[in-house]
């Protein structure tokens, strides 16, 4: 069964700085990898979709990064805001469903 | 599209009544998911289904709890009798496909309080 985990459960960062959020997954046969942001109270907003024969996606400040051999995905978000306070949270496609880590928790202090 | 319409946006129940949660996924999904969060847990798959049909509910966790799909429009979560450790929020996801080039999306959730 795939199992995904992301490191750390919670980040906390003054604004400006870049950061790395990591997702790892145990099985390398994966269709894709999903990022999500989910704000307090809310639903899951998709943020970037690497299928499994790319290596990164972009999309504003926002890169995400994936190595299937290794089982790795980082989403790097670059000079961060206290807008991009949320949890994070990171789903592969796999076999016949998706599986989800169990989020990161980010604070961006102003 | 408007996206995925989950309804009602919060619950709130006595133990022992039926909650019934109503999903409408995107237009043309053939996937549609539906999940529970909660803080302990995360989130955790409880049945989904692929052309109207149950595929896997192996993480539906009781009888109590039952799913239906009756047209591509539609589809309902039924919980029978509600319990308070049933209290969380409940996720509807569709998708095209699993495979490639297609992922999630996600509905705005249903918040059940079970009292």
């Known amino acids: 069964k795939q199992e995904v985990t992301q490191i750390p459960a919670a980040l906390s960062v003054p604004e400006g700085e870049n950061l790395v959020l990591n997702c790892s997954f145990t099985?390398?046969?994966?269709?894709?990898l999903q990022w999500f942001r989910q704000d307090p109270g809310k639903g899951l907003t998709s943020l970037l979709l690497?299928?499994?024969?790319?290596r990164e996606q972009t999309s504003g400040r926002l890169n995400a990064s994936l190595d299937k051999s290794s089982g790795r995905s980082t989403l790097y978000i670059a000079a961060s805001q206290p807008g991009d306070s949320a949890t994070y949270l990171c789903?592969?496609?796999?076999?016949?469903?998706?599986?989800f880590g169990t989020g990161t928790s980010l604070t961006v202090i102003p | 599209d408007a996206g995925v319409i989950q309804s009602p946006r919060h619950e709130v129940t006595e133990m022992g009544q039926e909650v019934t949660l109503r999903c409408k996924p995107i237009?043309?999904?053939?996937?549609l998911f539906w999940y529970r969060q909660t803080m302990m847990r995360g989130l955790e798959l409880l049945i989904y289904?692929?052309?109207?049909?149950?595929?896997?509910d192996s993480g539906m966790p009781e009888d109590r709890f039952s799913a239906k799909m009756p047209n591509a429009s539609f589809s309902t979560l039924k919980i029978q009798p509600s319990e308070p450790r049933d209290s969380a929020v409940y996720f509807c996801?569709?998708?095209?496909?699993?495979?490639?080039?297609?992922?999630?999306?996600f509905g705005s959730g249903t918040r059940l309080t079970v009292v």
């Open positions: 996801a569709s998708s095209p496909r699993l495979s490639t080039n297609y992922g999630y999306t």
């Open positions: 099985d390398s046969a994966i269709y894709n």
């Open positions: 690497i299928q499994s024969s790319q």
């Open positions: 789903a592969v496609s796999a076999g016949n469903q998706f599986y």
């Open positions: 237009s043309g999904h053939d996937y």
């Open positions: 289904f692929n052309n109207n049909v149950p595929i896997d």
